[in-house]
């Protein structure tokens, strides 16, 4: 298939680039490096523009005949949601509007989207199943609902069948060592605590220890970045036999507190870590954890790297090889 991707110079996005590609699918990625690196889309071709340029975007459809798009290209901070939510409404709704608009005026009929478990909200239980009420707290994942909303009305009135990805904690990098994760800032766990066992960051903090778990710390579902990626494709291939639209929770269905990451990451690496515990974060569940049955039973997706050192021994060998390369 020839597939564009949306985002592909980010995290996610360039994961998911590389996968395709070596699957041999025909990749195109349109970013505008806002978040994401030149040098990050090791394979297909790259073009540099905005999601909400229509020029940008007609021209694309126009040379190219994509079976599908894949969309990564939203801005995800939590905390800067809250703070500049216009910022937020423009990007992750207004563009992924003009985007969806133009490909149903091209016939392009596939769309895979990278949702989130921000829509949910606080959890009512755990684990998270589709089934879950969607109250999400923060612009970030009122943004990512109005799409998932935006969606359905585009299939019932345009045909437009997409499959909506709801992943908890993204973690881990690529095996080979070519890619990995690239914040700035940086926000997440995983990649955090490596910096500090590398010598790049002084100490790690823990947002409260005297939460209801096991050793007073949230517990969260990290999935490894390439089983996501699986995800994705086995998706699109589901929705292209079946002529349906989706929506999955995908995690590896077993939590890890922030302390075990964190002994991890001191047993991976060798290294030890300043550790410094402060106040909770507002808005911070104790649990947060997927049901991915219905992906397991739909697509026949199941984790690859589904233990915590595992994830964290990729991660590392990134950041190994990150520091190697002189980009610090």
């Avoid at 999601?51 to 969309?71: E, I, P, Q, R, Y």
């Avoid at 703070?83 to 423009?90: C, G, R, S």
């Avoid at 926000?187 to 790049?200: D, E, I, N």
Wanted: aromatic letters at 8%; one cysteine or more.
């Amino acid at each position: 298939m020839k597939i564009l991707v949306v985002g592909g110079a980010g995290y996610i996005g360039s994961h998911m680039v590389k996968q395709l590609s070596l699957s041999n699918h025909e990749v195109i990625t349109l970013d505008n490096l806002s978040c994401g690196y030149e040098d990050a889309v090791k394979y297909g071709e790259l073009v540099v523009g905005d999601l909400g340029n229509k020029d940008t975007l007609n021209k694309l459809f126009s040379t190219h005949k994509f079976d599908a798009v894949m969309h990564f290209a939203a801005f995800i901070e939590v905390g800067e949601s809250v703070i500049n939510p216009a910022k937020y409404y423009h990007n992750n709704v207004s563009n992924t509007h003009i985007l969806l608009d133009t490909m149903v005026k091209h016939d392009i009929e596939y769309f895979i989207f990278s949702s989130t478990a921000a829509i949910f909200g606080e959890p009512q239980y755990t684990p998270i199943d589709e089934a879950h009420p969607q109250h999400p707290i923060n612009p970030y994942g009122r943004t990512k609902l109005m799409v998932e909303h935006m969606l359905e009305d585009y299939d019932a009135a345009y045909g437009l069948k997409s499959g909506c990805m709801r992943y908890f904690n993204a973690a881990g990098a690529d095996p080979d060592g070519e890619l990995g994760e690239r914040h700035n800032p940086e926000s997440h766990l995983v990649p955090l605590v490596l910096q500090a066992a590398s010598g790049r960051r002084a100490d790690i903090k823990i947002f409260g220890n005297d939460y209801p778990t096991d050793d007073g710390t949230c517990v969260r579902d990290y999935v490894h970045i390439n089983d996501l990626c699986k995800a994705h494709s086995l998706a699109l291939t589901k929705m292209q036999h079946t002529g349906n639209s989706a929506r999955y929770n995908l995690g590896n269905g077993k939590g890890f507190s922030v302390q075990q990451v964190i002994d991890a990451a001191k047993k991976v690496s060798g290294k030890d870590l300043k550790v410094v515990t402060t106040d909770r974060r507002a808005g911070d569940p104790a649990v947060l954890v997927a049901d991915s049955t219905l992906a397991k039973q739909e697509l026949g997706w199941q984790p690859e790297f589904d233990q915590l050192e595992t994830i964290i021994e990729t991660a590392w060998n990134w950041e190994i090889n990150f520091l190697a390369s002189n980009h610090c």
